[in-house]
């Protein structure tokens, strides 16, 4: 056996055994119970709570190379709302991590003991609107009021996930008890922060005489979801670690100079191609052309790129088989592959090279935390864009996001401070937001109304901008049929009443400029109603979004719409032979600056027209002013609710 294969096996051992050892320290015995907590029937610091937290516990190990984390978690019933805490979801990023030596149970109040069989499945898990997760789920054995059930894992973490550590205080549910723990990685230094505040009477982490960091909460409140709410985990009590090779800079200007050089430095290194990239333009544009229409035509030739960021894990891991490593701006060019940071530095060496001022930057997405830059926290500019000087302003492009649309970014990369990198070390910049304008949903009907108080007929939907953009990126690993069910359940979910729809086009799901059009059939039985001789016709068809929107009078959170946007309703109904339309609502102007609505119904004889409009160019909104959002979207409600009144074909007859 050669040298080198004995020095590499042993090296598996030792990662295989570390690996082993950390396991086995926490796979023996449960922790022990406290005959009071089988007794105990609610809890005073939590009144009216359906379940708690008796105590948690996280214990992570940062190894650079099998890295782990223990949790154990234990819960007491309270309620029978609280039974439906036996369904358990364990959250995780598969391609990140996976979940090993699972064990539960549950304790009846007199003892009893029933352990979990096993059974685990894995499903995709819907929260707060918008917010969605890959879980381990399995359902805990006879749970009943008074029960306590508590189960435990691991969570095994992909080589150098070691830069993600960090410890999430809150949850759904109070917290008794709660202890935290971290092995650090011991050949980079390590410093820790807790930006929103630790709840009252905890201490901030220590590291004990064993280099070990620990910190033991208590009485930690149940944190609150609600819709349209910031990030969770931006707004929880968290303890996040960063980690250095090369020691902490404690002023943040010197900081992010140091950073920006560096970074400048591998950016220039993989981009500087400068003959590869003349010859790749002149294979791209034409001389004759503008130069707005130069950039266009780069950014596009960068879309066609293939992107391994946007393949599902089964594609992407047959493929990296074969993958010619990437070196350089000419490799992703030449091989036609790459990620999708890559491929936006590709489109930087071509701008350069057609002649434009161009520089990277490396910007925070908003998607899960906000960025902060006096944590001196490098990992939070998590996304590479472009910006480009043309006809005097900054025009910023991320064609490595796929289906994005020239000319915008996606909604967790706008309106963000990113960092312009050069030799000096940069400076800051913050990213447009997308104008609502730019991102619309416009939907057209043209529909009959039969005697019977059907509707039927036409609808065409198009999305635009980030709209469109988020449609194709969710469905860009499913097949025809699939994303066929997905519109149709789309527009079903718009329509306040049960209806038939059928998609009858096939829209164009690559295309990032191109509108995505979806065409239906539909019909709504009985979505006018009898009222005496009369017939009630709602105003509201496309309205359920907004019905339930901001309703609860109480906000504990600030408001946070992820992006602007618009909504464009233009309908016409054609009326039965003889009917008549009596009454009418008025039309509607509610234009409150950041956010208008319009509403205006017309009568055309034998037919009804409403156009309906919803902007927003709204994006946080402190809960101070949320009584005002809720008087808007109150608003929004009533018009929609409103209804015109017709007076059948029979009734007129016989007046």
């Given at each position: ?18 690996s ?7 796979a ?40 782990s ?41 007199d ?22 997760y ?5 359902t ?19 080589d ?38 630790l ?7 220590k ?7 620990r ?35 404690e002023n943040a ?13 591998k950016?220039?290194?993989f981009?500087?191609k ?49 993958l ?78 796929a ?15 990113g ?45 635009t ?37 059928e ?18 059939d ?16 709602p105003v ?35 009326l ?16 409150a ?7 205006k119904?017309d ?40 209804q ?9 007859a016989?007046?």
């Amino acid at each position: 056996m050669s040298i080198r294969r004995l020095v590499l096996l042993l090296a598996v051992s030792c990662v295989t055994l570390l690996s082993f050892s950390w396991h086995s320290m926490f796979a023996d015995d449960w922790l022990p119970l406290d005959p009071a907590d089988l007794k105990m029937t609610s809890e005073p610091k939590a009144p009216g709570a359906p379940a708690i937290f008796l105590y948690r516990q996280v214990d992570r190990k940062d190894s650079g190379r099998a890295n782990s984390e223990y949790n154990y978690v234990r819960i007491k019933i309270l309620t029978e709302e609280g039974r439906r805490y036996a369904n358990v979801e364990i959250p995780y990023h598969k391609s990140k991590s996976a979940i090993s030596t699972l064990r539960a149970r549950t304790i009846h109040p007199d003892g009893t003991i029933i352990n979990f069989d096993g059974k685990t499945f894995d499903q995709m898990v819907y929260k707060a609107k918008g917010a969605k997760y890959l879980a381990k789920t399995f359902t805990m054995p006879d749970v009943q009021v008074g029960s306590i059930i508590e189960y435990r894992f691991f969570y095994d973490l992909e080589d150098g996930y070691v830069f993600d550590s960090q410890w999430i205080l809150s949850d759904e549910l109070y917290t008794r008890k709660a202890n935290f723990s971290l092995v650090p990685y011991d050949r980079f230094e390590v410093r820790w922060s807790w930006p929103g505040g630790l709840p009252a009477g905890t201490q901030p982490p220590k590291e004990d005489p064993q280099k070990v960091i620990r910190m033991t909460a208590q009485d930690i409140p149940a944190f609150q979801v609600e819709d349209y709410m910031p990030p969770p985990n931006e707004l929880k009590f968290r303890v996040d670690f960063t980690y250095s090779d090369s020691g902490f800079e404690e002023n943040a200007d010197k900081f992010w100079k140091k950073y920006g050089k560096k970074t400048d430095d591998k950016v220039e290194s993989f981009v500087n191609k400068r003959k590869a990239m003349e010859q790749a333009v002149a294979e791209t544009v034409s001389p004759n052309d503008s130069q707005d229409t130069k950039l266009r035509k780069l950014y596009a030739r960068c879309q066609q790129i293939r992107n391994l960021s946007y393949e599902n894990s089964k594609t992407a891991e047959e493929f990296k088989r074969n993958l010619k490593p990437i070196q350089s701006v000419e490799d992703v060019y030449k091989n036609g592959y790459g990620y999708g940071g890559q491929i936006t530095w590709l489109f930087l060496g071509l701008a350069r090279a057609a002649g434009f001022e161009a520089y990277p930057v490396m910007v925070s997405g908003r998607g899960e935390y906000f960025f902060n830059p006096h944590r001196m926290n490098s990992s939070e500019l998590d996304a590479n864009v472009v910006l480009v000087k043309l006809n005097g302003k900054n025009l910023f492009l991320d064609p490595g996001a796929a289906f994005t649309p020239y000319g915008l970014l996606p909604w967790q990369e706008s309106g963000v401070d990113g960092r312009i990198l050069d030799k000096d070390g940069g400076s800051w910049v913050q990213t447009d937001m997308v104008p609502s304008a730019a991102s619309k949903i416009q939907r057209k009907a043209e529909l009959k109304l039969t005697e019977e108080g059907t509707l039927q007929g036409k609808v065409t939907v198009s999305f635009t901008g980030l709209e469109a953009l988020t449609k194709r990126s969710e469905q860009r690993n499913e097949d025809d049929t699939a994303r066929k069910t997905f519109l149709e359940e789309q527009l079903k979910e718009y329509i306040p009443a049960a209806s038939e729809v059928e998609l009858t086009n096939k829209p164009d799901w690559k295309n990032p400029e191109a509108p995505l059009v979806a065409e239906y059939d539909v019909k709504v039985e009985g979505w006018v109603s009898a009222a005496g001789r009369r017939a009630i016709l709602p105003v509201g068809l496309f309205s359920v979004a907004e019905k339930h929107t901001f309703e609860h009078t109480d906000r504990v959170q600030p408001v946070y719409f992820q992006y602007y946007y618009s909504k464009e309703d233009d309908i016409n109904i054609e009326l039965p032979a003889g009917w008549q339309v009596t009454t009418m609502p008025k039309a509607e102007d509610k234009d409150a600056k950041a956010a208008q609505y319009t509403l205006k119904i017309d009568n055309n004889k034998n037919a009804v027209h409403i156009s309906r409009t919803l902007r927003s160019d709204l994006f946080m909104v402190p809960k101070d002013t949320y009584p005002a959002l809720r008087q808007f979207f109150q608003v929004v409600r009533t018009c929609d609710d409103e209804q015109i009144v017709l007076q059948p074909g029979s009734a007129a007859a016989g007046k």
